[in-house]
């Protein structure tokens, strides 16, 4: 999406072959209100109050879409129709099978993407690949391409954490026997915290919690004494449910790598900002499911089943959190 806009200005005439259509959105580049709150109000209050009106924006689209997907789908339809031609046909190529964000919504910034094919600089295909040609792509269709240059932008594996390898206790760890916890840890595995993005709201979102939670389970375990804590789930009937809420190919392809999730409490993967913010910035860290502990407790054991109060540790003096 966002490099058919950039290489039409440069080639005679590109085309986007997909194998199937994708939900787009055409979305400003400039944000008017932020910019008229900006001349309104002081630097840092007009940050937190465009800040907090971007995220609800976000929020509110993606329930809409979820709970009202045709009406989500005619909005998606009204903003595309407006730029392209008349006569385009909008169902053959951006009117998908699935309902909005059963995949990623892809976002053309300023509907470069449309203006683009309006123009004629581009256009778009909706085709299966046989083989590729001395001239270009054959498909299905009997239709063929022709091209003087393919770029592939397909195929995607995805692999987690940077397919880094752990074991503990000797014992390597399997990653999609681990459940997710508050969708920062993981059971069974001992001081290990991840940062995993959000697909509809800005990734960095889901990041800065995680990032305070962090700091917050570090200051517990400081204040009592605590070297080891590690997620334990008791209830056999957790977990089994996919990382992620989404039905894209490429996220199948890769989900029996991955770690498994539950359908709610701290063992759920939401996509929901205010849920996780109440879950990782405002409920105690102290939690049943959480095992702390301390190295000299371990001395000849290092499973996490149990639960130890050490003596009271008097806190060394810290800076708060911004």
Not at 53 to 58: A, D, F, G, H, Q
Not at 59 to 65: D, F, G, L, N, P
């Amino acid at each position: 999406m966002t490099l058919i806009p950039a290489l039409a200005g440069v080639a005679e005439h590109v085309t986007m072959l997909q194998r199937s259509p994708s939900y787009v959105l055409g979305w400003p580049k400039e944000n008017k209100v932020a910019n008229a709150l900006r001349r309104a109000l002081p630097t840092s209050a007009a940050d937190r109050v465009v800040r907090s009106l971007s995220i609800r924006l976000l929020h509110e689209m993606y329930r809409t879409s979820r709970r009202a997907p045709n009406l989500f789908r005619r909005l998606l339809r009204l903003r595309m129709t407006s730029v392209l031609p008349d006569d385009y046909p909008v169902d053959v190529h951006f009117n998908p099978s699935y309902d909005p964000w059963d995949q990623r919504l892809c976002v053309a910034t300023d509907s470069d993407l449309f203006h683009a094919i309006a123009t004629g600089e581009a256009s778009v295909v909706t085709d299966r690949i046989v083989r590729f040609t001395p001239t270009g792509i054959a498909l299905e269709s009997g239709r063929e391409i022709e091209a003087d240059v393919i770029v592939t932008a397909t195929g995607l594996n995805m692999v987690p954490f940077g397919r880094v390898e752990l074991d503990v206790d000797g014992e390597p760890v399997d990653w999609h026997e681990c459940i997710t916890y508050k969708a920062s840890m993981l059971t069974g595995i001992p001081n290990f915290v991840f940062a995993f993005g959000y697909a509809n709201y800005s990734w960095t979102l889901k990041v800065d919690l995680t990032g305070h939670y962090l700091c917050r389970l570090l200051d517990h375990m400081d204040d009592h004494g605590y070297d080891i804590v590690t997620p334990v789930c008791d209830d056999p009937a957790v977990g089994g449910g996919p990382f992620w809420d989404l039905t894209s190919n490429y996220l199948r392809r890769s989900a029996d790598v991955f770690p498994t999730s539950g359908e709610d409490g701290p063992w759920s993967m939401e996509q929901n900002y205010y849920l996780d913010r109440r879950r990782l910035r405002r409920e105690p860290v102290d939690d049943p499911a959480l095992r702390f502990m301390r190295v000299a407790e371990t001395a000849g054991s290092s499973s996490p089943a149990g639960r130890r109060e050490p003596p009271p540790r008097v806190p060394e003096p810290r800076s708060s959190l911004p």
